[in-house]
């Protein structure tokens, strides 16, 4: 079986974490030479409203805000392209290597970004887009990096071909499993004799 075509992109995304925020950005740059791009942010309160696992602190999960960064950018992408296209492949950049080394596993220990793994996995099945993902060095994200600070980029931008990502649509694909109740050992053991 044949993977499917690599589509012509230059994509890459970032995210940035401070104690009660996260920011997230990346662009895709495509063959016909539009750039489509998204930044949001996610408060502290909305991710502990949305998500049991988050903590305190943002920055403890910057690795989860990366992922989900890279499952934004796989979205605009799909946006972008005709819906009548047969499966892709596409290359995205990414500065974080453990989003990059659970992409390409497809497993991970982490609650967090198990939950956001299996949300981007349905996502690309459903829609036929399938995300290659690879470690690149920091400066050659900066235009990503500013995105996800809300900073200006050394390219200019269109606004019109910005997507409003909704977060919280991405990490809630429907009909998606994310947790399976784990066997527990009892309380205590009751020894028989036979």
């Known amino acids: 079986m044949r993977s499917p ?23 895709a740059t495509l063959a016909d030479g539009r750039t489509v791009w998204f930044q949001f942010r996610i408060s502290l309160a909305e991710a502990r409203e949305h998500w049991s696992w988050v903590g305190s602190d943002m920055q403890k999960h910057i690795a989860v805000w990366e992922l989900l960064a890279q499952f934004a950018l796989t979205a605009c992408i799909h946006w972008a392209l005709p819906h009548s296209r047969g499966p892709i492949t596409c290359h995205q950049g990414t500065d974080n290597s453990a989003a990059d080394a659970t992409t390409a596993k497809g497993i991970t220990m982490t609650v967090g970004m198990a939950q956001i793994l299996t949300h981007y996995f349905v996502f690309m099945r459903r829609f036929h887009i399938f995300s290659r993902i690879t470690h690149i060095p920091g400066h050659l994200n900066e235009n990503a990096d500013a995105l996800s600070r809300f900073k200006d980029t050394s390219v200019p931008l269109d606004s019109r071909l910005q997507w409003r990502i909704n977060w919280q649509d991405l990490a809630n694909q429907l009909g998606v499993q994310t947790f399976q109740q784990a066997t527990r050992w009892p309380s205590t053991f009751r020894v028989r004799q036979c």
């Open 5 to 27: 075509p690599v589509l012509p992109v230059t994509a890459t995304a970032d995210a940035m974490a401070s104690s009660d925020m996260a920011g997230l950005g990346g662009l």
